[in-house]
T-cell receptor, first 113, second 112 residues
Framework: GAVVSQHPSWVICKSGTSVKIECRSL??????MFWYRQFPKQSLMLMAT?????????EQGVEKDKFLINHASLTLSTLTVTSAHPEDSSFYIC?????????FGPGTRLTVL | GEDVEQSLFLSVREGDSSVINCTYT??????LYWYKQEPGAGLQLLTY?????DMKQDQRLTVLLNKKDKHLSLRIADTQTGDSAIYFC????????????FGTGTKLQVIP
């Protein structure tokens, strides 16, 4: 199946700093990528849908100025957590759609101190 | 809105069958999925079923769909210790957007 990578796989940062997470589709082009957030022992919650060349569509309750999404090419979407705080600590997972199926990245563990 | 629910935990002995259940509320659901998540990892699509199907079998996995009751189940035959993980059911509608709504996840523990 298609492969989606994320970088970094884990990151620790200080409160108030910004962190960028990359999501790449390695062997296919993805016009749509999705960003999810998963708290410990909880389900995945969709944060936003990222469409190549246009603005992301955010789910209700997700601050678009805090979670900046850029989908500049058909193989790369980035999520930047701005002015991160401890409550932003979570597991962030992206997915990319290849036709009808979504392929998920391995996730990025963010810890904000 | 869409809501997908699962029991939180299931424990089975190695070699037995596991049955993980899921209920959903959106009658417009077109695709129903089962994903596996191992500790600290992303999601792996195990199988999926279209809403016009009642059953799908893929090696040790059997998916049953009761569309009337909006109930989905995943049966794992001859469960192995490597099957220990969290299993998420998910649903989406047909269409370009295809937002996927995930269930709460069921942690499967396989006892040797």
């Amino acid at each position: 199946g298609a492969v989606v990578s994320q970088h970094p796989s884990w990151v620790i940062c200080k409160s108030g700093t910004s962190v960028k997470i990359e999501c790449r589709s390695l062997d296919f082009q993805a016009t749509t990528m999705f960003w999810y957030r998963q708290f410990p022992k909880q389900s995945l919650m969709l944060m936003a849908t990222s469409n190549e060349g246009s603005k992301a569509t955010y789910e209700q309750g997700v601050e678009k100025d805090k979670f900046l999404i850029n989908h500049a090419s058909l193989t790369l979407s980035t999520l930047t957590v701005t002015s991160a705080h401890p409550e932003d600590s979570s597991f962030y997972i992206c997915s990319a759609r290849d036709g009808g199926e979504q392929f998920f990245g391995p996730g990025t563990r963010l810890t904000v101190l | 809105g869409e809501d997908v629910e699962q029991s939180l935990f299931l424990s089975v002995r190695e070699g037995d069958s596991s049955v993980i259940n899921c209920t959903y509320t959106d009658s417009s659901s077109t695709y129903l999925y089962w994903y596996k998540q191992e500790p600290g990892a992303g999601l792996q699509l195990l199988t999926y079923i279209f809403s016009n199907m009642d059953m799908k079998q893929d090696q040790r996995l059997t998916v049953l769909l009761n569309k009337k009751d909006k109930h989905l189940s995943l049966r794992i035959a001859d469960t192995q210790t490597g099957d220990s993980a969290i299993y998420f059911c998910a649903e989406s509608r047909k269409g370009g957007y295809q937002k996927v709504t995930f269930g709460t996840g069921t942690k499967l523990q396989v006892i040797p």
